[in-house]
């Protein structure tokens, strides 16, 4: 299914759909900005990145496009948890080496730094 036709389904149907402060956002796992947008969607585009946090660091999970099919195979995860300038040379070398939309890496660069700073003032 190509990926505006899954978006086409479920821009106003999904259950990750959540609507605060006049704005319209999203719980799905790999939107890095939690917007609900195509753009950023995590449930429509073929190659997808997540940042999460983890117990020992930062969870680092791609989705790539040749695997769709197959879920388990499709989708590989890392913890990382060298510190914030090691992590954030392993998320760029790792998009890079496999072509992802550059506002992706910007976002989730984004996304790791703040999740380590926070992790590191608690």
């Not at 890392?78 to 992706?104: C, E, M, P, W």
């Amino acid at each position: 299914m190509t990926d505006m036709l899954t978006w086409a389904l479920i821009r106003k149907n999904s259950s990750k759909r959540v609507a605060r402060q006049g704005k319209i956002l999203s719980r799905e796992s790999n939107n890095l900005r939690n917007l609900h947008t195509p753009r950023f969607s995590g449930l429509t585009n073929a190659k997808t990145v997540g940042v999460n946090p983890s117990g020992k660091g930062i969870a680092f999970t791609m989705t790539s496009a040749k695997n769709q099919t197959k879920p388990k195979k499709a989708t590989t995860t890392q913890v990382l948890n060298k510190g914030i300038r090691r992590t954030n040379k392993t998320i760029k070398k790792s998009l890079a080496a496999r072509n992802y939309r550059h506002d992706l890496v910007r976002a989730a660069l984004e996304r790791a730094t703040k999740i380590n700073k926070s992790s590191v003032a608690n």
